[in-house]
């Protein structure tokens, strides 16, 4: 209960008690008028009724007055007597105070809590403030894991046109500042027409040693192609005495390089030295040896760099009919400035050409990029020049089916000028659009040198003698929509304006090559590809000695890749799709529809 309400109750009994004992005490007493009270007789058998509180109250006052009549006595005969006069006045009511008793007993329980002595442990630690916010600690990244963790694959098929393919890799693992590695290729191919064979071999070992200030990286590698002579006009009977001999041709190049490692400081001094070679031959005696020794010096200077680059140059050819000695020396000093939204190159690319033929060139070496729109989309302008050396390697890579004696003669970029945009437009969607002119002295193209009277059916290499010039337009995009699908592209359409001869022989204006890559599941890849190529001309001398056109066409290939396990896939991949009769040189098609399969394992 309330102790408010405890406090009045006892206050209200406190009241009704000394009340009425106070009245008593301070007034006089007062004898009662004595009333005369009338008795009825009770009769024997009528029943009594129920006395009640009041009727008790009032017969114990009267028996109270009858007492005081007959002088104390408590009857009639005289007997114990009082020596005080009790004068009631009123009729006896219990009070509440005479019925209830309230009473508090103590709480006798012990509630004392049990207090342990303290102990005091000075902490060695500076108290700082921590009203500030402090930066959040970098969560450690977890450890990756791969979906192969193995070094090594070797991949095996077969296919419809005869075809053979391998591949193999190995390597020493996961180790940061030492790799070590090398591969095997393989893969031949036997078409539909009379020795439409092709054999593509590759070999090679590499490795990079990555130390606290400089890195060491080299690699050898060896290449043996072959394929034969079986070029004809299919519409007419084939000639008696073709020349289908098989020409082969076999590279053995190496490289090795030494560099600073990227240092994200202020004012960086960097470098790097690097040489490389090739000895290279074919089945008909020709031979090309090649070294190249470069490097570069760069200095940082706040947002300027300043630096220098060059190359030492070094190549023989030989034939039956020539030995040559092409060389070239080139020198790029150059100034670099870099801000927010800017970047500027400027500088010089200085050649010396030197050996079966002399020459001197100074070109410009500038290019200027402006960012338009912030993050997403940057202006460039670059104009530049250069000597292209020829050489037979490159000259075989593109067309395969080149003769003996093929004229040697270094074409000149004179002067290269481009402009156009370049950045990303949307998430994931990157594109890169130019403009270009470029004037080139010397111009190098394959032409048929084809005399079917004497079964011969190769090509050779003529020069545009003069200046050419070439204009038009390169587009590129990609677009990775996310990590499942990525969809490339490039675009290029050019036109020709040729010095000395009538067109731009065995040159197509127009080409297009894209892919796309879906990764469907964990197990399951598709890729694509296309390529559409223009018409072109050739300087055929056959029949009326009419150029003869050669068709554009399309190609469309594509392959599907399931990981069976994690070691275990099994892949299948089909070529020339549309089965089109596609001739990128004029009388020797490329192979028709074919597919080829096999398994791969990675141990």
Avoid at 177 to 195: E, P, R, S, V, W
Avoid at 388 to 404: A, E, H, R, V, Y
Avoid at 433 to 447: C, E, G, W, Y
Wanted: one cysteine or more; charged letters at 20%; glycine letters at 8%.
């Amino acid at each position: 209960m309330n102790l408010k309400y405890i406090y009045t109750l006892l206050t209200l009994v406190m009241v009704l008690c000394f009340v009425p004992a106070i009245a008593q005490t301070n007034h006089k007493a007062k004898k009662p008028v004595a009333k005369v009270v009338k008795k009825k007789p009770v009769k024997a058998n009528t029943p009594q009724p129920k006395a009640s509180a009041k009727s008790l109250g009032d017969e114990a006052a009267k028996v109270a007055r009858d007492t005081t009549k007959n002088g104390g006595q408590a009857n009639g005969n005289g007997g114990n007597s009082l020596s005080e006069e009790i004068v009631v006045t009123t009729a006896y009511k219990p009070v509440l105070a005479d019925a209830v008793k309230i009473r508090i007993n103590p709480d006798l329980e012990d509630k004392n809590p049990f207090k342990a002595p303290l102990t005091y442990t000075p902490v060695d630690k500076r108290l700082e403030q921590n009203t500030d916010i402090k930066p959040l600690v970098a969560m450690k990244r977890p450890a990756e894991r791969d979906s192969v963790p193995t070094n090594n694959y070797i991949k095996a098929g077969l296919g419809s046109l005869k075809t053979t393919y391998g591949e193999a890799y190995f390597a020493n693992g996961k180790d940061e500042a030492l790799q070590i590695g090398g591969y095997l290729k393989h893969f031949a191919q036997d078409g539909n027409l009379y020795k439409q064979d092709e054999s593509t071999n590759q070999a090679g070992v590499f490795g990079k040693s990555i130390g606290a200030e400089n890195s060491i990286s080299g690699r050898i590698d060896y290449n043996y192609n072959s394929n034969y002579f079986y070029g004809y006009n299919q519409n007419d009977v084939p000639p008696p005495n073709l020349q289908v001999d098989k020409q082969h041709f076999s590279t053995i190049s190496g490289e090795a390089e030494l560099a600073k490692n990227y240092k994200d400081v202020e004012n960086d001094f960097t470098y790097a030295l690097k040489i490389k070679g090739y000895l290279w031959n074919n089945a008909y005696q020709a031979k090309e040896n090649n070294v190249v020794l470069s490097g570069f010096l760069n200095e940082t200077i706040n947002q300027f760099y300043a630096g220098v680059s060059g190359s030492l140059d070094f190549s023989t050819q030989q034939d039956s009919l020539y030995n040559y000695n092409n060389s070239l020396i080139r020198i790029n000093p150059y100034i670099k400035f870099q801000g927010d939204n800017y970047k500027i190159d400027a500088g010089v690319n200085i050649v010396d050409q030197f050996g079966f033929s002399s020459a001197f060139y100074v070109f410009p070496a500038a290019k200027l990029e402006y960012q338009i729109i912030p993050k997403y989309v940057r202006l460039f302008v670059e104009a530049k020049g250069d000597v292209n050396k020829s050489s037979l390697l490159d000259f075989t890579t593109i067309n395969p089916f080149l003769g003996q004696d093929v004229s040697i003669k270094n074409s000149v970029d004179q002067l290269d000028i481009s402009a156009g945009l370049k950045g990303t437009i949307a998430p994931g969607l990157g594109f890169k659009a130019s403009i270009f002119r470029n004037m080139v002295k010397d111009m190098p193209l394959f032409i048929s040198d084809f005399d079917f009277t004497k079964g011969y059916n190769r090509f050779t290499v003529i020069y545009d003698d003069g200046k050419s010039r070439v204009n038009g337009f390169n587009g590129e995009l990609d677009y990775k929509a996310s990590e499942d699908l990525d969809i490339f592209g490039r675009v290029e359409f050019k036109d020709y304006q040729m010095a000395t001869v009538a067109e731009p022989w065995n040159l197509p204006k127009f080409k297009l090559t894209g892919g796309a890559v879906i990764h469907i599941s964990d197990k399951v890849d598709i890729t694509g590809t296309l390529l559409i190529r223009g018409s072109a001309f050739d300087p055929s001398p056959i029949a009326t000695g009419a150029p003869t056109l050669i068709g554009s066409f399309a190609d469309l290939s594509g392959g599907v890749e399931y990981k069976a396990t994690n070691k275990i896939s099994v892949f299948v991949h089909v070529n020339n799709i549309l089965n089109g009769t596609n001739q990128m040189w004029l009388y020797y098609p490329d192979y028709g529809f074919n597919i080829f399969g096999g398994v791969g394992f990675a141990f």
